[in-house]
């Protein structure tokens, strides 16, 4: 059906007297207004989740501030054991110097007079009768050469 | 009671937002402001003043390499060690300080007196002052645990020599700043200094490193150590055995090296003189072997003898008319004993140190080649070892020869060597004719600990194989047979040379005031002739009554050649049939020990002395 004739179809079943009044609207203050509810429901915050949510907090701050203090130990820790390190290659060095003197000849010496012995006016030396028999390496050689690369480098370690 | 409000704020709601904001954007634009000024324009000042607040920065000193022996002994060795020092601007009653300060470091009123002034921070106005620089831990505890205001400590580090004066000539010494001053640790100083380090870390108020703070290190490298040829043992020995000839002798000095004529390396060497002021003998710092000149007398006849095998013009074998005087220019040069005139072979020349002898062979050769070999065999140059003050000796130039000369300086007089030159051409002869430059470092180790050795010196040839053996079949002789008995040792072949020379003294001439001669007496040789593995100098200065090389230095050389073989573990290549073991005719076991009983009872009874046997 189209529109004309649909407002024709209206006229032919209206009254012929005037419209009557609409109906007054009931009274409200100035402003306001109904606000439909909306569809979406209001979101409700679980308490627990709130309370979770805090104590995960809680702990993270917490979490943070214990490895803080690990931290800080553990520097105080690398402090110590720095100044223990130089301590102890100081008290090594000392030592080494130490070992030294004792083992000097001139000390042993002294300390062999001190017991009564005495250096012979004469030494005799006693020698194999086979002359080519097999004898032991030479001082300096092979023999120190080996001490040396095992000790040294311990002997040298690079400073702190 | 309801706010009483003016009615322009009535009217005007939005005027006390407006001033509000105006107050904030006063109080914002102020900070901004202040903001920009602090981070911006004056930032560099504030940085600095803050990176000063919190950062600190330590210098890590570089420690001076040490110096061991040939065996790793620690010979010189540095040890971080407390220096005190004061800020005088932060100490209030100087004169207290000091006085406290002087128990622990021992000051006497005087050294305190002058401490006070230096503490004395009004007239000096210096922050800084040393007090007492690398004292002894328990010093420096102590003086700390006194807590005087404006007292800090610092480390430096300090020289030591474990043995004590041992190879002190050789070692040499360094300054208050650890700088070399002699010997070797001048000689190597850069070699042995380290290179200082920086620690830069992040602190909070007491200093403490703040954890996950900068830390930067830039670390210490530790100078290199050196390993001498010197053999700690051998050193001392050598240091006895000289120390004991010379107060025996009443000499006033003495010096001896000990090598390894194959290598060039040097085992031992000793220097000793007396001290002018109290006459006491003393381990000198001059390491007078290398850089002193002597006349070494007739030990300088190999020389000679040596060149004239070496050019062809005589034999060992070879006979030559020798009168006792022989005169040469306008000087009448002597033999020691009056003989008649006879036929000497020149082994017999050399056997028994024929001052004549070895003018008439010199003559055979001429000047030049006399010149050119006592060059050839090192004379008149300094060595390779690069010691510092190392002396060239004397030779004169060809053409400042007199007429003298030709007889004078064959036989070791008007040439002056040092003991260390006279030591290496006796060693040509020990090589079979090459000369092998002397050397005191058998290695550096750099601050890695890598271990780098030093290569032997080039060996050049001065004479050939068969002069050398024919040499030292002479020198054998010598200690066999002639002047140089007191040096040989039991069980070996020692070749070797006897050496009595006047002493040319300061003033000129050889005679002093009262008309007397001062001597050096000198030996050197080398063993086992047939295959040498030691050689050994030993020079006497001026030694009071018996004055020759063969009596005052070939003792010292046998001592210490007997020391020398042992220490090596070289076992002796045969028995010889003089010396203690005569009687074991065989050189079986069971005769050498019946023997060495018999020698014992001997001794013991002769002198009740201990006789040890080793090996």
Redesign the interface.
């Known amino acids: 059906m189209s529109p004309l004739s649909a407002r024709a179809q209206v006229s032919s079943v209206a009254p012929s007297r005037a419209p009557a009044a609409r109906p007054k609207a009931p009274s409200r203050p100035g402003h306001l207004r109904v606000v439909v509810p909306s569809k979406r429901r209001r979101l409700r915050v679980s308490p627990a989740l709130v309370v979770g949510s805090l104590l995960l907090v809680v702990a993270v701050a917490f979490g943070v501030a214990i490895a803080q203090v690990f931290l800080a130990q553990g520097q105080v820790r690398l402090d110590q054991m720095e100044a223990e390190l130089i301590s102890e290659q100081s008290r090594y060095q000392t030592l080494r110097k130490d070992v030294a003197e004792l083992e000097s000849p001139s000390r042993i010496v002294a300390a062999a007079e001190k017991q009564g012995m005495v250096v012979p006016d004469d030494v005799v030396y006693l020698q194999p009768s086979n002359p080519d028999a097999e004898v032991a390496p030479l001082s300096g050689g092979v023999e120190a050469a080996t001490a040396w690369s095992t000790v040294k480098p311990l002997l040298a370690a690079p400073a702190p | 009671m309801k706010p009483v409000r003016s009615a322009a704020t009535r009217r005007r709601p939005h005027l006390r937002i407006g001033i509000i904001l105006v107050g904030l954007l006063l109080g914002f634009g102020g900070i901004s402001v202040r903001l920009v000024l602090i981070q911006g324009l004056g930032g560099d000042e504030y940085t600095s003043f803050g990176t000063s607040q919190r950062m600190q920065t330590i210098v890590?000193?570089?420690?001076r390499g040490?110096i061991f022996d040939?065996?790793?002994?620690?010979l010189a060795?540095s040890?971080?060690q407390r220096t005190i020092w004061a800020n005088p601007t932060l100490i209030d009653r100087p004169v207290e300080v000091a006085a406290a300060l002087a128990g622990p470091l021992g000051f006497d009123p005087a050294a305190t007196a002058v401490l006070a002034g230096r503490l004395d921070g009004r007239s000096s106005g210096t922050q800084f002052a040393y007090v007492a620089r690398r004292v002894d831990e328990s010093v420096a505890d102590a003086v700390a645990e006194l807590k005087l205001p404006g007292i800090g400590f610092l480390e430096e580090s300090k020289r030591?020599t474990?043995?004590?004066v041992?190879a002190h000539s050789v070692l040499g010494s360094v300054d208050v700043d650890n700088l070399g001053q002699s010997g070797l640790e001048m000689q190597y100083d850069k070699a042995l200094s380290?290179t200082e380090?920086e620690l830069v870390i992040e602190t909070d108020i007491r200093r403490?490193?703040?954890?996950?703070g900068e830390y930067e290190l830039k670390?210490?490298?530790?100078g290199n150590?050196l390993?001498l040829t010197i053999?700690?043992?051998m050193q001392?020995?050598t240091e006895?055995a000289l120390r004991a000839q010379i107060e025996a002798k009443g000499a006033q000095g003495g010096m001896v090296v000990v090598s390894r004529p194959a290598t060039g390396e040097i085992l031992a060497l000793a220097n000793f003189q007396r001290d002018a002021e109290s006459g006491e003998l003393v381990a000198t710092g001059n390491n007078m072997a290398v850089t002193t000149v002597y006349e070494p007398g007739s030990v300088n006849k190999v020389i000679t003898v040596a060149a004239a095998l070496e050019e062809g013009l005589l034999t060992p074998e070879t006979l030559i008319k020798v009168p006792d005087s022989l005169q040469v220019s306008d000087h009448r040069f002597s033999d020691h004993d009056n003989h008649p005139t006879e036929d000497y072979s020149v082994d017999r020349i050399l056997t028994e140190s024929s001052n004549v002898g070895t003018i008439k062979i010199a003559q055979m050769l001429g000047p030049d080649r006399v010149d050119s070999y006592l060059r050839r065999f090192g004379f008149g140059k300094a060595t390779d070892l690069g010691f510092p003050h190392e002396a060239a000796g004397i030779l004169l130039d060809r053409a400042d020869y007199s007429g003298t000369s030709i007889g004078a300086i064959p036989i070791g007089q008007g040439i002056a060597v040092t003991a260390m030159q006279m030591l290496e051409a006796y060693n040509v002869l020990a090589n079979g004719g090459l000369y092998v430059p002397p050397r005191l470092i058998l290695a550096t180790?750099?601050?890695?600990?890598q271990?780098h050795s030093t290569p032997s010196g080039k060996p050049r040839r001065v004479v050939s194989a068969t002069t050398a053996s024919q040499m030292r079949a002479m020198l054998v002789n010598v200690v066999a047979e002639g002047t140089g008995k007191r040096g040989g040792i039991?069980?070996y072949d020692v070749a070797g040379k006897t050496g009595t020379a006047r002493k040319p003294l300061p003033q000129g001439g050889y005679q002093d005031g009262a008309g007397n001669y001062h001597y050096v007496a000198n030996f050197v040789g080398f063993l086992p002739a047939e295959d040498p593995e030691l050689s050994i100098i030993v020079v006497i200065d001026e030694p009071v009554g018996d004055i020759f090389g063969g009596t005052v230095a070939a003792p010292v050389f046998a001592d210490l050649a007997?020391y020398g073989m042992?220490?090596?573990?070289?076992?002796?290549?045969?028995?010889t049939t003089g010396g203690?073991?005569a009687g074991a005719a065989d050189?079986?076991?069971r005769e050498?020990?019946a023997v060495?009983e018999q020698?014992?009872v001997r001794?013991t009874a002769a002198?009740s002395?201990?006789?040890?046997?080793?090996?």
């Open positions: 890590l000193p570089g420690a040490s040939r065996n790793g002994n620690d060795v040890l971080p030591f474990p043995a004590g041992l380290g380090g403490r490193a703040l954890p996950g670390a210490a490298q530790r150590d390993v053999d700690r043992s001392y020995e006895r180790v750099d601050s890695a600990g271990r039991t069980g007997q042992r220490l090596l573990r070289i076992p002796p290549p045969r028995v203690t073991l050189g079986s076991a050498i020990v060495v020698e014992r001794a002198t002395t201990a006789i040890a046997v080793g090996g």
